[in-house]
């Protein structure tokens, strides 16, 4: 059966990373191809002009700067970490594109097959400036799982027991659940260096980066804010640090004028370039607009009443209706951050399954993920609370879920089981 390929030329390329690019890496992509092609003209607003003067949010952005303002965040400390040790270009650059794709706990969170289709690239090259990453990243950081990130600090630290690299790489299941004679008679080793591995693991960060995580949030800068005014929900999009684009008006003149063929060649090519980036940043400023109206459309009650009354929903409910392509969505919803009344939150953070109650309604798995963190945070730390204890707590709030479906929450917020918990 013979197959089609989509060959993705380069202008469609910068469409789609242009797409998953956060606000800050767009301004940051902006003011690079602005030095690049002499034909783009990029205007810069003054400071008084990206907030409002005296405005609650600007007030809050000035606090916000404030709090550990000389502290570089772990993404910046990464980049620099990464330009001493001199990496060839192509991987110094993926390399630096992954340091900026760290959620707060220190994992990267896009896979070697999307950043491979950014930079147009293989998986395993990206996985080569992963690797080159996480050796110069603290240790854990830069890992895609709570596994990798266990074993990365294991592996860099000298004084690491002995057995405990085993444990975490061949019998992590069975660690969490506790089978610690099963694990023994597996090595062929004594139950008592079993619990002092355990004791070692325990000893371990399995969030690195929320080490880094208060220095990080003083750098935020939302993609869009949304604000209820007057019992109405309004979306400002954050544009105002953005730079505005056109084409440098002597350039053109000088394309009109010159009689030199390789000039012409020369600047029709880099016109045709900018003309290019100016449509595709207009074009991702309507995108994503339309997929904040309609995540606001359909999460009202969550946006003026709380997290409570967040409801399920996925990229291709939201693709059909704004008839876009789930891939366009999926891009446009990557690396975003939005302020509203509720606080900070990840675009990506609305998308997601439901669960049923009681009362036949469905609450969203992020919902049900916040209960069960709120549970574990509130819990007696010397008798944590089991899976099975959690589920037992939300059935009591109505909500129908099985403790495999805890597990599998806990796990995905990367929150250790009651055993490994367990504080003395």
Known sequence: MQTLKVHLTPQLRQSIQLLQLSATELSEYLQEQAVENPVLDIEWFP????????SDTARQDHALNNIGGQAPTLEQMLL???????????????ACYLAGNLNENGYVTISPEEAGEVFGVSADEVLEALYKLQ?????????????????????????????????????????????HKTIADKLGIPLDDVMQALAYVR?????????????????????ANIECVRGQLVIRMSEAHLP???????????????????????????????????RSVEQRKRTLYRVVECIVSEQAAFFTEGIDRLKPMNLKAVAEKLELHESTVSRAVQHKVVQTPQGFFELSYFFSTGLQTEEGDTASAASVKAKIKLLIEQEDKRNPLSD?????LLVQEGIRISRRTVMKYREEMHLLSSRLRTQA
């Open 80 to 94: 620099g970490e990464l330009r001493l040790i001199g990496l060839p270009e192509p991987t110094h650059r993926i």
């Open 135 to 179: 050796d110069a990243a603290p240790a854990g950081i830069g890992a895609r799982n709570l596994q990798e990130c266990l074993l990365l600090q294991i592996r860099r630290d000298p004084g690491a027991h002995p057995w405990a690299e085993p444990l975490v790489s061949r019998h992590l299941a069975d660690l969490g659940a506790g089978r």
């Open 388 to 392: 099975q204890k959690i589920t037992d």
């Open 203 to 223: 000893s371990l960060h399995p969030r690195p980066g929320l080490l880094y995580g208060s220095t990080q949030a003083a750098y935020v800068e939302p993609d």
């Open 244 to 278: 505005r684009l056109s084409l440098n008006t002597s350039y053109r003149q000088m394309l009109a004028d010159s009689m030199c063929k390789d000039t012409k060649s020369y600047l029709r090519q880099h016109e045709q370039a900018a003309q290019w980036l100016i």
């Open 47 to 54: 400071p008084s002009r990206r907030r409002t003067a005296g």
